[in-house]
């Protein structure tokens, strides 16, 4: 099969590409994917490592082994030096003892006995992956080895713990060696930003930032420059535009001089597409209105290239639209709804008190009824009156043609998180939130430490289910606590050295040090299961005509030990360290965890002593009380879409959308598939759901997870038109 690939004449060079083009080519083919997966994973890593041998031979001239890394210690340390002198690499690096380095360098890159990870644990896509999006680059060839990235993420991850809170250099050695197994291991996945910067200089390492933009110039203005500051270093923005007067409002007394909303979110569109991610991968925006907005009906219309003109459209935005309970009723009953101009409301009729954006739940629906008053009392001129079932329809129509509006119920996200101040929207992938009240300048040039506001700034790092099981964490209190308890100390080491794109971030790390667990292989886990337990775990348990209080179960006995077993971490992390300064913006003084569960409710104690044993709750309660919690957010499901083929594992919390997918990528053939498909008979892909209850049956199991994610859940449906019209 491999000879088909090869002709007369050709190079060592041309004979080595051409053969991992011909081994990726029968993965798509071949029923044996894992074996030629691996087949085609070492004839890329020979190619890989040969090139960087040889490179680094040239350069340095110092020994260097066939793994690609140096042989001695001092020439790597060269190499690190020289990229801390061109502002490549962070100089926190040498803040590290050389000894202390040099220790820890021998450990894992020993020539006689090096592990060689991607070699034995890895297959293709992964090496793939991580070789072409995660490695620093120069002159269009990588400067390092994936095994050395591993290694400089896990130096810096727990320098702050030395540095900062006091643990000694033996401490250290330990947790760098902890992590670097666990990051080869591909047990802990590090969100992109992490893979891209935790090793360079002034690195941003957080992932998910959310703004909100004030009804003026100089915010409008503000809002576009932070947005390119986070959008050039790799991080994806959230933008609530909620508070922006809509068209035909006053500007300066005179009615009907205002844009349509969707003139600011053109601006905001060019900004981050010009603004890229370091040119890794395009920049990302998700912009968010409430559904009572006046412009509501030209937003969802704005990524629409085939209605109005094409210059006023913005394709590339993600649109997301906030709705409150109270607009269903209206959907229920089929009453005429009213899109409503806040501005005139708030400012021109100077009815503070009915400002929407500040309420949600009750209060908001009391204050919307009363707008509704004003309203047929004749006292509001901005406004329209509408179906909100032709608002409803719009939404599903563009579900169908694009996958967007994403939904942001604002009245459950509130009602179950973990905070007091209200959230407005959710971030790029809708699983990620925390409040964020954004600078109101009054003067561009002149901004006072007083006068700078907060935004949504979370580090996420993911933990890989499949793994998890398979190493025997999941099955074993005590492992997974050991797991979690680091996971935790890593994160909130990340807040300590990230150096944020703008100061509205830095402020909110220090208020609330938000950190997020993400977890991915949730798919592979049912799969795992079912066949080790002989019984079905999975998405469609009812056209499978199984039991789905067992999947139930064991998201139950999953998600439910890692979380609580997280609020314990933070628990002994505020002990060590300190609680934040806003621990009483939240729910926690109350004995309220993860925004829902309350120590004082003898059901909900009963659950975590189920979960995670008597004395771990009561570590966790007495920390609570005596000391508090280091980190005010703690969980979410991300999609993962890109960090799982690099962990080698279905994406999020979703089922696949098939067994194998194929790009035909500017570099070549990109083939990646699921990675227990030896038994893909268990797997429940996209392509499989043919009736409303497995659509359904997902539904319960996304509800399932959230009771134990105090954050939210990227949760996207893909239909299978196939079996639906």
């Known amino acids: ?124 896509m992964q090496t793939q992956k991580f070789i072409r999006s995660y490695l620093t680059e120069e002159n269009n060839f990588p400067i390092e080895l994936p095994e050395e990235v591993w290694f400089l993420q896990s130096l810096l991850g727990f320098l702050p713990s030395v540095k900062n809170y006091g643990k000694s250099w033996n401490y250290y050695k330990t947790k760098v060696l902890q992590h670097y197994k666990y990051l080869s291991r591909f047990l802990i996945i590090p969100a992109t930003p992490q893979m891209l910067n935790l090793r360079r200089a002034k690195a941003n390492l957080s992932s998910c930032f959310i703004l909100d933009v004030n009804d003026n110039t100089e915010s409008i203005v503000h809002t576009q420059s932070q947005i390119a500051q986070i959008s050039r270093n790799a991080g994806g923005v959230g933008l609530y535009i909620g508070k922006l007067r809509p068209s035909g409002s006053w500007i300066k007394g005179n009615k009907g001089k205002a844009n349509k909303i969707t003139d600011w979110v053109k601006i905001y569109e060019a900004t981050v597409n010009a603004f890229n991610q370091q040119g890794k991968r395009k920049g990302s925006l998700t912009v968010a209105l409430p559904v009572w907005h006046k412009d509501i009906l030209d937003f969802l219309e704005v990524i629409d290239l085939d209605i109005g003109e094409v210059t006023k459209k913005s394709p590339d935005v993600f649109t997301q639209v906030v709705i409150p309970n109270f607009f269903f009723d209206y959907v229920n009953e089929n009453k005429p709804f009213y899109l409503i101009d806040l501005h005139e409301i708030t400012h021109i009729l100077g009815r503070k008190d009915l400002d929407l954006t500040d309420a949600y739940g009750e209060e908001a629906k009391r204050r919307y009824n009363e707008i509704v008053k004003l309203i047929e009392e004749g006292k509001v001129q901005n406004y329209k009156k509408v179906n909100p079932r032709e608002i409803l329809r719009k939404i599903f129509y563009y579900w169908g043609r694009k996958g967007l509006p994403y939904i942001f119920f604002e009245d459950n996200a509130n009602r179950y998180s973990p905070f007091e101040e209200k959230i407005y929207c959710a971030n790029l992938c ?136 997280s609020v314990l971490a933070s628990t002994r992390l505020a002990k060590e360290r300190g609680k934040p300064e806003g621990f009483y913006k939240t729910k926690y003084p109350k004995g309220i965890l993860l925004g829902r569960y309350d120590l004082s409710n003898e059901r909900d104690r009963k659950l975590i002593e189920d979960l995670i044993g008597e004395e771990n709750l009561k570590e966790l309660e007495q920390n609570l009380k005596t000391h508090g919690i280091r980190n005010t957010l703690l969980l979410n499901c991300p999609p993962n879409t890109s960090t799982s083929i690099l962990a080698g594992v279905s994406a999020g919390v979703m089922p696949p959308f098939s067994l194998t997918q194929v790009e035909d990528q500017q570099t070549g053939l990109f083939v990646n598939f699921v990675p227990l498909y030896q038994y893909k008979w268990f797997y429940d892909t996209y392509t499989n759901f043919s009736s409303l209850s497995d659509y359904e049956n997902l539904t319960d199991i996304i509800a399932q997870i959230q009771k134990f994610v105090d954050a939210g859940i990227s949760f996207e449906i893909t239909v299978n038109h196939n079996f639906f019209d």
């Open 1 to 124: 099969k491999l000879s088909l690939f090869l002709k007369p004449k050709m190079t060592t060079r041309e004979i080595q590409h051409n053969l991992i083009t011909s081994a990726v080519s029968l993965i798509v083919t071949e029923e044996n994917k894992e074996d030629w997966s691996r087949f085609a994973n070492r004839l890329i890593l020979v190619d890989f490592k040969k090139e960087m041998r040889v490179r680094r031979e040239q350069k340095y001239k110092a020994p260097v082994t066939r793994y690609g890394f140096f042989e001695n210690f001092e020439d790597f340390y060269r190499f690190l030096k020289e990229y801390i002198d061109k502002g490549i690499y962070s100089k926190l690096f040498l803040e590290i003892p050389t000894e202390v380095l040099k220790t820890l360098y021998y450990q894992i890159f020993n020539k006689t006995n090096f592990e060689n990870p991607l070699w034995n644990h890895a297959k293709h």
């Open 430 to 565: 809708v699983e990620n939130f925390s409040p964020f009240r954004n600078t109101d300048p009054k003067d561009l040039y002149c901004l006072s430490d007083d006068d700078i506001g907060y935004i949504h700034t979370c580090n996420i790092t993911n933990v890989n289910l499949l793994a998890l099981y398979q190493q025997g964490f999941l099955n074993d209190t005590q492992k997974l606590k050991e797991v979690v308890f680091h996971l935790y100390e890593y994160m909130d080491n990340l807040i300590d050295i990230t150096d944020l794109p703008v100061k509205e971030s830095k402020k909110h790390n220090r208020i609330f040090r938000t950190v997020t667990a993400g977890f991915m292989g949730l798919a592979d886990l049912f799969v795992a299961k079912s066949v080790e337990d002989g019984k079905y775990y999975g998405y469609r348990w009812t056209s499978r005509k199984a039991n789905g209080e067992d999947t139930l179960n064991l998201i139950t006995d999953t998600f439910g030990k890692f979380a609580f077993l």
